[in-house]
């Protein structure tokens, strides 16, 4: 398994960006599919994005698609959520996640945390209006 620790969470605006990092230790990164999942106060934890091992392929929940964007950098063990057109309802703490790289095709028909092995310690994000 790989270690994550995720950034860049913090206060914004409706209507602003951030932009969410989560680092990753080991060497079998690259070989990981990514997730990003979310967790308001008294919500379930909600599946928000993934991207394939190599990159080439990412997924999206309805509520984001198209206002958030996830990559990765593989050389630099790192992968990103591009966050724009933030809405009060897009906050809470957010998770990336892993699971091995032939799990991504599944994990985008299930979005399901409990298929994700992998946990960051979440990142908060606060959406005034």
């Known amino acids: 398994q790989v270690q994550l620790v995720e950034s860049g969470g913090g206060l914004v605006q409706a209507g602003g960006s951030l932009r969410l990092s989560c680092a990753a230790s080991g060497r079998t990164f690259s070989s990981y599919a990514m997730g990003w999942f979310r967790q308001a106060p008294g919500k379930e934890r909600e599946f928000v994005a993934a991207?394939?091992?190599?990159?080439?392929?990412?997924f999206y929940a309805v509520s984001v698609k198209g206002r958030f964007t996830t990559s990765r950098d593989n050389a630099k063990n790192t992968v990103y959520l591009q966050m724009n057109g933030l809405k009060p309802e897009d906050a809470g703490a957010y998770y990336c996640?892993?699971?091995?790289?032939?799990?991504?095709?599944?994990?985008?028909?299930?979005?399901?945390?409990?298929?994700?092995?992998?946990w960051g310690q979440g990142t908060q994000v606060t959406v005034s209006s």
């Open positions: 996640a892993g699971t091995s790289g032939g799990n991504y095709g599944y994990v985008c028909y299930s979005m399901e945390s409990t298929d994700f092995a992998s």
């Open positions: 991207i394939s091992w190599t990159g080439g392929d990412a």
